[in-house]
């Protein structure tokens, strides 16, 4: 099964084109969708997540119509969105245990119990499980979505800018928990961080202005800008002064003093020496030329 | 500076928002309809008073004050907790703020803004003003100031003591549910404040302890006549004043406090601890490894059914739990507890300061009427907060993914909301029965509590649960759907009403009105309600439908693509739904539309008004002919309680009683009846079926002298349901109908429009109410006020009913047989009589006594039992009083018969008095300290036997003070006979405070009473007893029954012509001494009002134990007008001063120790007297006989000095 999507056009009603003509094909596996904020990521997943209509264009997963067949997307739909909050003075239990009636989960009160627990084991909450959701930090807050994202055995799984405020050790756990179920489905997972992408996702795509400007696996895409990155340390005066034809990708501090990355196809001297490209290269190339 | 920083960003916030001006044009639409029209009504009628008058003016703003003080909290509150609620407190207080230019700026700026609202009441007065610019006779001119002064006197004190109050919870608390909470609790606790403080007695109190002011303002202005309220503004009394600095003092000293406790500190430890014991728990967490594979989380086969129940399931437990969790909820039903409880324990109170014994359908009204506004808060509130629960607590996007159907969330909002109401209405039915059961009443009726507050009251609020649903389902935010929510209820309520429409269909959720009564339930008006009910249930199941289709679901969007995209996404089931809903309602709507429009008649008010007008112009000219006059009647009645069905057959004698021929005859025949007519040689030649008039000739015509028989049956047409039960006189148990039913001759003029305005607006000339009252009538004077085609007449009647039933009609019992399975009664009047008179029918319980000759009768229902000997021994005293007294008694029987609370009076017939289950037959009389209602009415009843069935008053103004003031003068003097002069004091100080209170709220002229009017009950009633009184005071009880004597012999069953009322004055003239004619012209031909107060009284304790007391009084005596406008006059009058002895516990009034008449002029006298025991009161006029326009300051307590 995979997701085929086909000139999917938004706009807003304040003339914000949130996505513009987006055609791709999401396979089995984790899907990585990287975009600066504002780039049309979360209307994009939100569409998907069959809570937000389109304007034209097609969505498909196997043989649903995910645009017109809202209850059988989300029959074999879990969800995460970008920023959730709960019911207040309601416990992971009670919420989880709500959720998965919603979700059609389970035979019954104590089937559904069962797997409640379950997953609440899975993502390491079980000590906490009768405690109001709304006291959990952010990273327990972020594994409560997950768990009930994974509930009813998903074949779509859509998550929004999960790590978002999580510390790195949360952030690690997180992906660990979804890479583990992305084996068997289709996980899209929004970012803004090309680190994530790296590391979890055999395909990819970067959007900017609702408009897709990559598509496309992650190695294939640094590969492809092998020899094209060129780096470069100095100092604050000389960035200042820095020739302003250059193809500037990034510049960030090491240890205090800026290192500019550049796009070149050949050697642009000035003291610059090639550099391994990374995804962030990618990103950046894309960005700009968008 | 700092404060001026705050107070300005304040007030920017505001008007940079809509709310405020959405505030101001709902106050401004509100009034200026309440002034405009009489549909809406705020505070009360507006009457014959310019409708923009001062009076009304302070009485809108008085009242305002209740309704926007809850947009002013909202205003308050915002400005207290904005920081907090947005979070901006830790930014904002971080900086180095000033505490009291910070509160104070916020403060200020909140009151500005939250006075804004209230003076949207001038806005609407001053719209409507314009709009009516050119009618001088309702509108006085626009002016400022008097605005200015309510503003000052109501609306700024008001807004600054809810800001105080609202803003002090705010700040402490930082919790915007305890600000509500404590105007809440304000609001009830004035209310209950001021329903136990409904007595006359603690007038003074409940004015002081009004926070609205409202209180004092009434109790001021409670005896203003038009032309005061047209032209005085608010009165400063010390009351008034006392009340607005008392209630500004509680305000500035809860809004000190606040300031005091304010810090600018953030409180979140408490959260803060508990966050840390979670997170510290969390940290012994090891990496998350593979677990288990998760089959069981897979989804099982399921039928849709299942699934969706299995949700519903889920998601109501968690909607109600959501509700009933929440402080708000619980208060609010602490709140409904406490005021149904209190509602029911001071709310059973009748006029008089009356209690009635709690039977069931008393208590469903009190707690309807105590609990209405707890449901409605309750819909109101949460169906916002179900709505928007997903958006507020930002799961909306976890939920709107699960694969569930939006009927799911709609069904469930529905049931949550009317599983949280249940609670209310079994604290209503629980306060009902402990009441009963307080007072020893056993006999519950859980079927009446059930129906009338379970199923139709829980019909109503489930209407009212999906309006409210789909309110916010259509707007794109909660407080929108607040805002079209309360919109829709006031447009419900008024709309239709303006537009004219009477048709129910159209008033969404409405029900047929329906009065329950003991006797005969709610079975007349059980069709009509269930079938309405089941119309609107099919159109709610339609709007729940559509709130489904329209939910708030994912991401917001317009109502267009949530409809789009909702009607897309509907199951097959669902549209299925949708379809029947609006088949269902097209087919009982069209039933009921067959119904009530075409099997009967809908006459809508408008209709109904202008036959009225048509029929006056069209048939006005036949006043003046001569018409036959009724002689003698026999009846043949038949009546079908079951079906709600009488025919009535008459066969009368006619005579022609004036000197020419009768050409034509005009019969106004009874609507919603069917009425067959046959007269000898007369011939229909017109039958105006729209105006109910049918006119024949006579050929040849009806000579001088001629007595003809005429036969007619009258028969009812129940058919099928009407939009409103007419015809409640003929119902299952309790059928009560009279003898107008019958063809009646000639122009009847009760059948015209007499409100003036009405009359305007219909085109209609100005009219006089009745015909003006002429000193030496003669021809003026040949029919009296009952009847236009009868004098005296002698009545035979045959009536049959149900096997189980008992009918009466006028009369003796002459036989009594069972035919088939019905019962059979034949009566005769043993005296000719008035042609006025009742028949009835219902299952009754009769006891029966005698006094000489007469036997007394009492019908009444078998659960109704407690008063029947006190009415018995009241007829009794009443017969033995006026024998004495007046004249013999012509009539073999005295009956009161119960009839159901359709109407809520008793009348007086030949022998005969109906006397409605609602006033007397439940009066609890136990407590020895209250008045005697029942004694009271009997009596005044009993009276009319002299007083309207002996003598009648010729049908000129007037008319009434020989049959209504004489009976009251009646009852009077029996009651005195029976209870003694102090339990007199507190019942003339009742009938004082209604005439007082009446005249203000006039619609026509104030007569004097000797042309009073007959619908001017305050002055035949409450006038014309407080001066028969004061003059038995004067000349002495066995003088007035001397002349009344008189007129008894003069004018019993005598006329044509018949007396008017100067036959009455000449009478007492006759019998008064000549130095007080001054008062009987003063009292019957005069509107004259006295001004008379102590201004000091003392005494002195005297060497022989006696005390010597010394008072300082004020005379002033004036006239008023027609229009209420006083002039002062000289005063020249008899005036008693007098003092009384210390009350005993628990007694109003103590033993007149004194009491001297003495002749008074206009001005201040000092006065002295002696009595034997300590004074305790003294003054002027003690007994208060005289009218007086403050009666309370006729005694002042007596300072003892040595």
Known sequence: MQLVINNLCKTYPGGVKALDNITMTIPKGMFGLLGPNGAGKSTLMRTLATLQTADSGSAKLGDIDVLQQHDAVRQVLGYLPQEFGVYPRTSAVALLTHLAALKGVGDGVRDRKAVVEQLLERVNLTHVRHKAVSTYSGGMRQRFGIAQALLGDPKLLIVDEPTAGLDPGERNRFYNLLSEVGESIIVILSTHIVEDCKELCTNMAIIHLGQLLYHGVPEQAENSMNGKVWEKAMSKVELAALDPKLKILSSKLIAGRPVVRIFSEWDPGQGFHPAAPNLEDVFFVHLKAG | ?1202
């Open chain 2, 1 to 1202: 500076m700092m404060f001026g920083e705050f107070f300005r960003f304040e007030l920017q916030y505001w008007f940079r928002g809509w709310m405020i001006y959405i505030f101001i044009a709902i106050v401004s639409l509100l009034f200026g309809l309440a002034a405009g029209s009489d549909a809406v009504q705020v505070g009360g009628a507006i009457g014959n008073t310019y409708r923009n008058a001062p009076y009304i003016v302070a009485l809108f703003y008085a009242t305002a004050s209740s309704i926007t003080c809850f947009m002013a909290a909202a205003i308050y509150d915002s400005a207290a907790s904005r920081d907090f609620t947005s979070k901006m407190a830790d930014i904002l207080y971080s900086k180095p703020l000033r505490k009291w230019d910070y509160l104070l700026g916020r403060f200020l700026a909140a009151s500005v803004v939250g006075l804004l609202p209230t003076l949207g009441v001038s806005v609407g007065i001053w719209i409507a003003t314009l709009v009516n610019m050119g009618d001088t006779d309702r509108w006085g001119p626009l002016d400022v100031g008097n605005h200015l002064l309510a503003v000052i006197v109501f609306a700024i004190p008001n807004t600054l003591l809810f800001g105080a109050i609202v803003f002090a919870i705010a700040t402490v608390t930082r919790n915007t549910l305890y600000s509500f909470m404590g105007l809440l609790a304000l609001i009830v606790g004035y209310a209950i404040a001021q329903a136990a403080l409904g007595k006359l007695e603690f007038e003074m109190i409940a004015a002081l302890s009004d926070p609205f002011g409202a209180a004092a303002f009434d109790s001021a202005t409670k005896y203003w006549t038009v032309d005061e309220r047209n032209t005085q503004s608010i009165p400063l009394t010390q009351w008034l004043i006392l009340n607005r600095v008392i209630w500004l003092g509680v305000a500035a000293a809860i809004f000190a406090y606040a300031g005091n406790r304010f810090t600018f500190e953030i409180r979140t430890k408490q959260s803060r601890k508990r966050r840390q014991a979670v997170e510290s728990s969390d940290l012994g967490n090891t990496p998350v490894g593979l677990g288990p594979v998760l089959t069981a989380t897979s989804l099982p086969v399921r039928t849709p059914v299942i699934r969706w129940l299995d949700q519903l399931r889920s998601t109501l437990a968690s909607d109600v739990t959501s509700i009933v969790k929440t402080t708000t909820y619980i208060f609010i039903l602490a709140f409904a507890a406490i005021n149904v409880l209190l509602g029911v324990l001071l709310g059973s109170q009748e006029f008089y300061g009356l209690y009635s014994f709690p039977v069931t359908y008393r208590m469903v009204e009190e707690v309807i009427s105590s609990l209405a506004i707890f449901p409605l808060a309750i819909i109101t509130y949460f169906t916002g907060v179900l709505v928007w629960r997903d958006r507020d607590s930002r799961i909306y996007e976890i939920i709107g993914a699960t694969p569930s159907s939006n009927s799911v969330y709609a069904v469930s909002r529905f049931l949550t909301m009317l599983i949280v109401i249940v609670p209310i209405l079994v604290i209503g039915i629980a306060a009902g029965c402990l009441y009963q059961v307080l007072q020893g009443y056993t006999r519950f009726e859980f079927s009446v509590y059930l129906e009338e507050l379970m199923v139709l009251q829980g019909l109503r609020l489930a209407f009212l649960i999906v309006i409210g649903l789909l309110a916010h389902s259509v707007s794109p935010n909660k407080y929108v759907g607040y805002a079209v929510f309360l919109f829709f209820l006031v447009l419900n309520a008024f709309l239709w009403q303006w537009l004219r429409w009477d048709t129910l269909l159209v008033r969404f959720g409405a029900l047929p009105r329906h009065i329950y009564s003991d006797m005969y339930g709610l079975a007349p008006f059980r069709p009509g309600l269930y079938t309405f009910a089941a119309y609107w249930s099919f159109v709610s199941m339609g709007l729940l439908w559509l709130t489904a289709i329209l939910m708030h679901r994912g991401t917001p969007a317009v109502f267009w693509q949530r409809f789009r995209s909702g009607l897309g996404q509907s199951s097959i089931l669902s549209r299925g739904f949708a379809t029947a809903s609006v088949v269902m309602a097209s087919l009982v709507g069209g039933w009921l539309y067959y119904n009530t429009m075409v099997l009967n008649e809908l006459v809508g008010q408008a209709d109904r008004e202008q036959r009225q007008a048509d029929y006056e112009t069209t048939y006005q000219n036949l006043a003046d002919v001569t018409q036959p006059k009724v002689d003698s009647i026999k009846y043949a009645i038949d009546i079908y309680p079951d079906e709600r069905n009488i025919q009535l057959q008459g066969i009368q004698s006619i005579v022609n009683k004036s000197e020419g021929p009768i050409e034509k005859l005009y019969l106004n025949v009874a609507p919603s009846f069917q009425t067959e007519i046959e007269i000898p040689r007369a011939k229909l030649i017109n039958d105006d079926e729209r105006l109910l008039v049918r006119t024949y000739e006579m050929t040849p015509p009806m000579a001088p002298g001629e007595v003809l028989e005429m036969k007619y049956t009258v028969r009812s047409k129940n058919r099928g349901i009407e939009n409103q039960v007419s015809q409640t006189e003929i119902v299952q148990n309790g059928t009560f109908f009279n003898n107008s039913i019958a063809p009646q001759f000639g122009y009847d003029s009760n059948r015209r429009v007499m409100d003036p305005k009405r009359r305007e607006a219909l085109g209609l000339p100005e009219a006089e109410p009745f015909p003006v009252l002429v000193r030496d009538c003669g021809d003026h004077c040949l029919v009296h006020y009952l009847s236009n085609d009868s004098d005296w007449v002698s009545v035979e009647t045959i009536i049959s009913t149900s096997s189980d039933q008992i009918a009466v009609a006028p009369g003796s019992l002459v036989k009594q047989w069972q035919e088939g399975d019905r019962n059979y009664f034949q009566y005769r009047l043993d005296h000719r009589s008035l042609n006025f008179y009742s028949f009835i029918s219902a299952r009754y319980e009769v006891e029966r006594s005698t006094i000489g000759e007469v036997e007394t009768e009492v019908y009444y229902h078998k659960e109704h039992p407690w008063n029947v000997s006190k009415m018995t021994e009241a007829i009794k005293m009443t017969l033995a009083y006026c024998t004495k007294n007046f004249g013999p008694y012509k009539h073999k029987q005295a009956r009161i018969i119960e009839f159901p609370r359709v109407a809520s009076f008793a009348q007086a017939f030949p022998g005969t008095m109906p006397y409605s289950e609602s006033i007397g037959f439940i009066s609890n009389l136990e407590k020895p300290d209250d008045i005697d209602m029942v004694h009271y009415v009997v009596a005044h009843e009993m009276g009319h036997q002299w007083w309207a069935h002996q003598v009648i008053g010729a049908k000129m103004q007037g008319a009434t003070v020989l049959s209504e003031s004489l009976a009251q003068y009646t009852a009077l003097m029996v009651m005195r006979q029976k209870y003694g002069e102090d339990m007199m004091h507190k019942f003339l100080e009742y009938e004082m405070d209604r005439y007082l209170r009446a005249r203000g709220t006039e619609q026509l002229k104030e007569k004097p009473l000797v042309s009073v009017a007959p619908n001017q009950g305050y002055i035949h009633y409450q006038k014309g007893g407080i001066v028969l009184y004061h003059l038995a005071e004067m000349i002495g009880e066995d003088r007035v029954n001397a002349a009344l004597q008189s007129v008894i012999q003069q004018y019993a069953y005598q006329g044509p012509p018949y007396p008017n009322s100067y036959a009455l004055i000449e009478a007492l003239k006759q019998h008064t001494p000549p130095e007080l004619h001054g008062l009987l012209k003063d009292q019957f031909e005069e509107i004259v009002l006295y001004g008379n107060r102590t201004l000091e009284a003392t005494a002195t304790e005297l060497p022989d134990g006696n005390f010597q007391v010394k008072v300082k009084i004020e005379c002033e005596k004036f006239s008023a007008d027609e229009k209420g406008k006083e002039t002062s006059v000289a005063m020249d009058d008899w005036v008693e001063i007098g003092a009384f002895a210390r009350p005993e516990s628990g007694k109003r009034y103590g033993r007149l120790l004194h009491k001297e008449r003495l002749q008074l002029t206009s001005g201040t006298h000092e006065l002295e007297f002696q009595v034997q025991e300590r004074p305790d009161k003294a003054g002027i006029d003690p007994q208060r006989l005289l009218i007086d326009r403050v009666p309370d300051d006729n005694l002042k307590t007596v300072v003892i000095g040595s």
